[in-house]
């Protein structure tokens, strides 16, 4: 292993594996899902969106601890923009395929919600210097911060728990020129467009 690599182990902070279990949390949901795809038992569909709030808690736990601990740095940063992104991006994403919403336009808007997420956080990174103004903490966020997905998520599990998923899910589908398009997908398609748009600005508590 060379120094090079040594260094980036010695730059991992405390707070960096409250992120990394955020991490954990999203893949167990993309997990889960998956394995609920084949079981069809709601126990892996509820366990696949409780992670959710999981990743949420270790989410806001690695920047108390950052800020107490006063370990900023952009190894750190980068970390939780990927953490992000599987725990409230393609876990979500992947919930909801699993949860009946599979037609051909839905598969468009569930990859287009993604994306938007991705570019977000992408933005977010880059802007971050600037919207803190020289006082190293950023007044306000630029679109609906990634993690406000986990009310997706609490939807889908609501929607599960009476009956609406799979054949049943709420708002039904409809065909829409060759292909389907169930109606709850919309909801995603929302979401990642208020993650991306720049006219919405929301205070950072």
């Known amino acids: ?51 959710a709030p999981a990743a949420l808690i270790f989410d806001v736990l690695d920047g108390r ?68 103004a020289g006082s190293g903490k950023v007044a306000y966020f630029e679109g609906t911060p990634i993690p406000t997905t986990v009310l997706l998520t609490a939807l889908l599990a609501f929607a599960a728990w009476r009956g609406r998923i799979g054949e049943d899910v709420f708002g039904g589908s409809f065909a829409l020129g060759p292909w389907q398009l169930h109606p709850l997908v919309l909801l995603f398609a929302l979401s990642g467009t208020l993650m991306v748009s720049k006219t919405l600005r929301i205070p950072k508590l």
Do not use: K, Q
């Open 65 to 132: 601890i950052a800020r107490w601990r006063r370990e900023h740095s952009p190894l750190g940063r980068e970390l939780d923009s990927l953490a992000d992104v599987i725990s409230f991006g393609v876990a979500p994403a992947t919930l909801a395929f699993a949860a009946g919403l599979g037609g051909g336009w839905d598969f468009i808007a569930l990859l287009y919600f993604v994306c938007c997420g991705v570019s977000r956080l992408a933005r977010y990174n880059v802007t971050a210097e600037d919207l803190s």
């Open 1 to 51: 292993m060379t120094s090079r690599h040594f260094s980036m182990i010695r730059g991992f902070h405390v707070a960096d594996f409250f992120t990394l279990a955020n991490a954990a949390c999203g893949m167990a949901a993309v997990f889960l899902a998956m394995i609920y795809l084949g079981s069809r038992d709601l126990v892996h569909f509820y366990g696949a969106a409780a992670m």
